[in-house]
């Protein structure tokens, strides 16, 4: 994460790393995904940025975690063209 962050800095570029979840049954209320592999990945990491699925072939990005700006949330398409703004 070191590296990656040096890169990013050098060159301007943004780093894009994911994370595996896995499912929690036993969940009632909320999302039941939860994050593994450790949490080195969100503790380094300047913007965390939760992608899901939405409604009719929608996605939605929810900022979960930045310095400064509050958590929102984005709703787009993936289309031939590229990304678009949901209606």
């Known amino acids: 994460m070191h590296v990656l962050s040096k890169l ?5 570029i943004c780093i894009y790393v994911t994370n595996q979840v ?3 049954p036993d969940t009632f209320f909320g999302d039941p995904t939860t994050a593994i592999g450790g949490n080195i990945v969100g503790h380094n990491s300047t913007f965390r ?8 072939g929608t996605r939605v990005a929810k900022l979960v975690d ?8 984005a709703v787009f ?7 678009r703004e949901a209606k």
Do not use: H, Q, S, W
């Not at 990013?8 to 301007?12: E, G, K, R, S």
């Open 8 to 12: 990013a800095a050098m060159y301007n």
């Open 22 to 24: 896995m499912a929690k």
């Open 49 to 56: 940025i939760y992608l899901r699925k939405g409604k009719k």
């Open 66 to 73: 930045a310095p400064a700006l509050p958590d929102g949330e």
């Open 77 to 83: 398409m993936v289309t031939e063209e590229g990304l």
